[in-house]
């Protein structure tokens, strides 16, 4: 069962329904809710909301919605909102991102959504700058923000670099599709598009993007509104991460094209990997086959952040990094397609249904 509990200065305790509006001052303007999902992650929750609270633009409210953590991450919350009236914890054990962005969304007393993620640190002017396409003309209906990475060791800096859009060159504002972390929304959007889509459990905001484009709403793009990301810091993390993002593309077959060329690239050096073993002549076909499409595919790439991060370490270590990359992402969207077909009524049907033009 759902829990919302709104903490006060007062420490008082309502319910879901009294969430709306309920202690929001006064403020010119349409009022804002910023939104975030958080699990078991007390020190990148307390580093994101000590950001929030501390904006050039206040947010009218900050709803988090905890998945259920087990740890000291509800305390952390707790904490915050007793120091700021404006701060509230929806207790929603089990959901996933989408299911907790649409909870967040539904009780928001704000007209505008600000969407960020648990764990990113967000600068001081983000939340000003991703109101000001609101503020400049009333058609804006979304706003897509920016993120930068935070690293903390070479291999978090040349994750970040050779993974995320807009780090070694700027984004096209016209294609950038904005991950969850920083965006923001009407309301009114919101309904329309009918919200999250909560049965995909991974690149939801994908989906949701993909979603908007197919509406052709007034959608703006907001560079200066950024936010700071940690990437992944193991091999494992990182497999594990672009793992579940290809369960999601393999669940939606968005840009399957790019999946079905990575997966053949791999299914031939498998096979010529195994015709090794029946004859050395095969090794003139596997080396020429690993140099184009496991070195030379990435070796500008890793040339680039190498030169930037000024450490030639990296070229190597973005060469291991991509190569995980691409068998965690081609073997999560296998398993995405199988489930897919398996269950076509869950993601076909609903998927066909929820991009239906609004």
């Not at 950001?51 to 409210?61: M, N, V, W």
């Not at 539904?106 to 939340?127: H, M, S, Y």
């Not at 209906?141 to 930068?148: D, M, P, R």
């Amino acid at each position: 069962m759902l829990r919302a509990t709104l903490v006060s200065q007062a420490d008082r305790t309502h319910s879901a329904s009294a969430l709306h509006g309920a202690d929001i001052p006064a403020r010119s303007g349409r009022l804002v809710t910023v939104i975030m999902t958080v699990k078991d992650d007390p020190e990148g929750c307390a580093e994101t909301l000590d950001s929030l609270c501390g904006q050039t633009r206040p947010a009218d409210e900050i709803v988090v919605v905890d998945g259920g953590s087990g740890d000291h991450t509800l305390r952390v919350i707790r904490e915050f909102a007793t120091r700021h009236g404006r701060v509230r914890l929806i207790e929603a054990p089990g959901v996933n991102i989408a299911r907790g962005r649409n909870i967040a969304t539904q009780v928001a007393a704000g007209e505008i959504i600000a969407c960020i993620d648990g764990g990113c640190r967000a600068e001081p002017d983000w939340l000003a700058n991703l109101l000001k396409p609101f503020d400049e003309s009333p058609q804006t209906e979304f706003v897509a923000g920016l993120y930068k990475i935070e690293p903390r060791s070479l291999l978090e800096e040349v994750v970040g670099l050779a993974t995320m859009r807009g780090q070694l060159e700027p984004v096209d504002p016209d294609r950038f599709n904005p991950s969850g972390r920083s965006m923001a929304y009407t309301k009114a959007l919101w309904r329309r598009a009918r919200g999250w889509p909560e049965w995909v459990r991974f690149s939801e905001d994908t989906l949701f993007d993909h979603k908007l484009r197919r509406m052709n709403v007034c959608w703006r793009f907001a560079g200066d509104a950024v936010v700071h990301w940690r990437p992944r810091g193991s091999f494992r993390s990182i497999a594990r991460q672009f793992y579940h993002y290809g369960t999601g593309r393999g669940h939606t077959q968005i840009d399957a094209a790019s999946f079905a060329y990575n997966l053949r690239n791999l299914a031939l050096t498998v096979g010529v990997v195994a015709a090794c073993f029946l004859s050395t002549w095969a090794l003139a076909v596997l080396l020429p086959m690993i140099g184009y499409f496991y070195v030379w595919t990435f070796h500008h790439k890793a040339l680039r952040i190498a030169r930037k991060t000024n450490r030639w370490t990296a070229y190597p270590l973005c060469l291991c990094v991509m190569w995980v990359v691409l068998v965690s992402n081609v073997g999560g969207y296998l398993v995405g397609s199988w489930q897919r077909w398996r269950h076509q009524e869950q993601y076909c049907d609903r998927l066909d249904a929820y991009l239906a033009t609004a």
